[in-house]
């Protein structure tokens, strides 16, 4: 099970929620099946929509992030609840290239960094909240921090990370977000800047056996923080019969027939890879009067 836990500042001015997510990462690589790099850039990208689905208030509220670069994966789309419980998509699983520079996954040339990164907050509205800036580095965790900063004007710091093994499997995966308040003193922006250079990377601290509060401790030492939650988290579809039936209902009459003389259909979601069927006479009693 994938763990998430955030921290609170003494004053109250300065959050850090922290994430393992070597299941989810996991989950994400059996589902879609992906290449190396493709499992490290919708994992990073599932990660970050969780921690920021976290810190939705409401129960029902969801967040949608989409990453639509000009690199090979093509678009990858992530859904978070308020618990942080996420779901991913990637429009092409497998994408091989060399090491970067670094030796290591080249996520910014499977993403690309150019195009947009696109979030939708449903929390219970009559219309969503959408917002949409430019990708800037295609590393993700740099995205995130961006959008943050751009749309929502919160000064953040999101570092997330995953390591796959040779045989695809996921080695380790989590990431932390740090979000300041508008009142948040100087002195705490310096200690956090403090604290983020003297830490080495995600994958090192979890691969380490460093825990995910501990990470969310170190990422605030030195503003006395405590813990304010720590909760279970899992790779989540929520997918139904129900909800595909809709699906099938927004398609008109005219489709729905077509759909009924091809011995009926079957009907996959993209997150979960779950298969629906639907006999003729079940497509045929979707039509509306």
């Known amino acids: 099970m994938g763990r998430i836990v955030r921290v609170i500042s003494k004053d109250a001015s300065v959050v850090c929620s922290a ?155 989590g990431g932390f977000l740090i979000q300041l308040l508008p009142f948040a003193p100087e002195s705490a922006i310096d200690q956090i800047e403090k604290n983020i250079n003297g830490m080495e990377s995600v994958t090192k601290l979890i691969c380490g056996g460093m825990t995910t509060e501990a990470i969310a401790m170190k990422a605030l030492e030195g503003l006395e923080p405590n813990v304010l939650d720590d909760f279970e988290v899992n790779y989540r579809c929520n997918c139904s019969r129900e909800r595909v039936e809709n699906a099938l209902i927004s398609l008109g009459r005219a489709e729905l027939e077509d759909l009924s003389k091809d011995g009926g259909t079957d009907v996959e979601c993209h997150f979960c890879d779950k298969k629906y069927h639907f006999t003729p006479e079940e497509i045929l009693g979707l039509i509306k009067e």
Do not use: W
């Open 19 to 173: 994430i393992d997510g070597k299941d989810i990462v996991s989950r994400i690589e059996e589902i879609h099946k992906t290449s190396a790099v493709v499992t490290a850039a919708l994992g990073r990208l599932a990660m970050g929509t969780s921690l920021m689905g976290f810190g939705l208030k409401g129960k029902d509220d969801s967040i949608t992030v989409k990453m639509d670069g000009d690199g090979p994966t093509g678009a990858l789309i992530c859904v978070s609840d308020s618990m942080g419980n996420v779901k991913a998509y990637v429009q092409n699983p497998v994408v091989e290239l060399p090491l970067n520079d670094k030796g290591k996954l080249d996520v910014r040339g499977a993403v690309g960094s150019n195009g947009t990164l696109s979030v939708v907050k449903d929390m219970g509205l009559k219309e969503p909240y959408c917002g949409q800036v430019p990708i800037v580095s295609g590393e993700i965790a740099e995205d995130i921090t961006n959008y943050l900063a751009v749309s929502e004007q919160v000064p953040s710091v999101c570092a997330l990370g995953v390591l796959v093994n040779p045989d695809l499997t996921v080695n380790c995966a």
